[in-house]
């Protein structure tokens, strides 16, 4: 009897380490993976690959000649939008440089591309302030203002980062931070891709190629 209790102990050992290993195997089996993102973002160059994202979406809006417009206005368009706002120091009108150069390097096809401007400062950005501003700039960028409560409603949409940094003055002396991507929206309304707004002419122009021409809308 002696002689048998080492074996015995021995199976016992090696079944308790047989079923050690098997729970080891399906509990990584059954753990969960990593989150990704749904839309399976990637970087594409400087630019931000974001493929399905739920990004954009209807919205209401006043251009700076005075028509109420919607998202539908643009439909069988391709859209490259902006958001800033007028008394922005450095980004903004570096950005909008930036789209009027590319806008010249793009050639013939910017007749079915539609460049917007929209406001995140309402209550400074009226229709009138924005149409002054934009003369400064390629006269195919159309500038939309509207409510407070309408502009919150498409930086959400749109996924844009905003917030009001108050100055001590109080008052209209205060300044914006935002995001700086150009957004490019697909004639169908569906969102394509985004590239930084400090990019060159040449940069934006040379995207735009690339990826207006993965579709057979030209």
Request: with cysteine; proline share 5%; hydrophobic share 45%.
């Amino acid at each position: 009897m002696m002689k048998r209790i080492p074996r015995l102990l021995v199976l016992v050992l090696a079944l308790i380490a047989a079923v050690a290993l098997a729970v080891v195997g399906v509990l990584r089996v059954m753990r969960p993976a990593p989150e990704t993102f749904a839309s399976g973002s990637a970087t594409v160059g400087k630019a931000i690959r974001t493929g399905t994202a739920a990004i954009g979406g209807p919205f209401t809006l006043v251009s700076t000649n005075g028509d109420n417009v919607t998202d539908q206005n643009f439909r069988g368009k391709w859209l490259l939008i902006f958001f800033g706002y007028t008394s922005c120091p450095d980004l903004c009108p570096t950005a909008l440089a930036n789209v009027s150069a590319a806008l010249e390097k793009f050639g013939p096809d910017t007749s079915q591309l539609q460049p917007l401007f929209i406001t995140v400062d309402p209550q400074r950005d009226t229709r009138e302030v924005m149409a002054k501003y934009l003369k400064s700039f390629d006269a195919r960028i159309l500038g939309l203002t509207g409510t407070q409560a309408q502009i919150n409603g498409v930086t959400k949409n749109y996924r844009v980062y905003v917030a009001l940094d108050k100055s001590e003055k109080g008052g209209d002396d205060y300044l914006v931070s935002h995001s700086a991507y150009l957004y490019l929206m697909d004639p169908t309304g569906k969102f394509v891709n985004v590239i930084q707004g400090n990019e060159d002419g040449d940069a934006i122009a040379a995207w735009l190629r690339k990826e207006t021409n993965r579709s057979t809308w030209w």
